[in-house]
Antibody, heavy 120, light 112 residues
Framework: QVQLVQSGAEVKKPGASVKVSCKAS????????MHWVRQAPGQGLEWMGI????????SYAQKFQGRVTMTRDTSTSTVYMELSSLRSEDTAVYYC?????????????WGQGTTVTVSS | DIVMTQTPLSLSVTPGQPASISCKSS???????????LYWYLQKPGQPPQLLIY???NRFSGVPDRFSGSGSGTDFTLKISRVEAEDVGVYYC?????????FGQGTKVEIK
């Protein structure tokens, strides 16, 4: 079955960077774009960007331009999201989510989430 | 960016009774390909969101038929015909017609 398994929780100091991984299985990795979405404590869902695992092209939300980098490793079917210059407002659960096949930019399967805590 | 507005923001429902959530978009979600890109997700406590409905009215694999979606253009509705205890959580609508995908604020559904 389709599965997205993310890396474990992280605690970082302000100004540091964090790199979250998302390992895909159960489907052809390079055939589906991957989104990254985050959710601050008690808040709603915020889209961060999307990566094409085939060619590596990316599109980022304007809010994160210059601070976020999304990459992939096709040999391990893993996508990565790195966020730099962390501040307390970046404390959130970060999700990867697969792009649907039906058209548009929807998400069908989600990872379990990775909690990132930014604290001095 | 397209703004998605949900009402109500919270809902308390007696088991077995129906429930309805409204979602409005600031722009039409009808694409030139003829599809309307409106999705519904349910986020149960402590879990990631799960896809319920795609393209307004199509139930995702495994979603019970008590969930239904309707609407067109900028106005959409999610209906639960008979709410069950397992339906508690926060429901989000999302537009996927253009980047960035944007979500409604969420509607918290609880059981009376």
């Amino acid at each position: 079955q389709v599965q997205l398994v993310q890396s474990g929780a992280e605690v970082k100091k302000p100004g540091a960077s964090v790199k979250v991984s998302c390992k895909a299985s159960g489907y052809t990795f390079t055939s589906y774009y991957m989104h990254w979405v985050r959710q601050a404590p008690g808040q709603g869902l915020e889209w961060m960007g999307i990566i094409n695992p085939s060619g590596g092209s990316t599109s980022y939300a304007q809010k994160f331009q210059g601070r976020v980098t999304m990459t992939r490793d096709t040999s391990t079917s893993t996508v990565y999201m790195e966020l730099s210059s962390l501040r307390s407002e970046d404390t959130a659960v970060y999700y990867c989510a697969r792009l649907t096949t039906t058209g548009g930019y929807g998400m069908d399967v989600w990872g379990q989430g990775t909690t990132v805590t930014v604290s001095s | 960016d397209i703004v998605m507005t949900q009402t109500p923001l919270s809902l308390s429902v007696t088991p077995g009774q129906p429930a309805s959530i409204s979602c409005k978009s600031s722009q039409s979600l009808l694409h030139s390909d003829g599809k309307t890109y409106l999705y519904w997700y349910l986020q149960k406590p402590g879990q990631p969101p799960q896809l319920l409905i795609y393209e307004v009215s199509n139930r995702f694999s495994g979603v019970p038929d008590r969930f239904s979606g309707s609407g067109s253009g900028t106005d959409f509705t999610l209906k639960i015909s008979r709410v069950e205890a397992e339906d508690v959580g926060v429901y989000y609508c999302m537009q996927s017609i253009q980047l960035p995908p944007t979500f409604g604020q969420g509607t918290k559904v609880e059981i009376k």
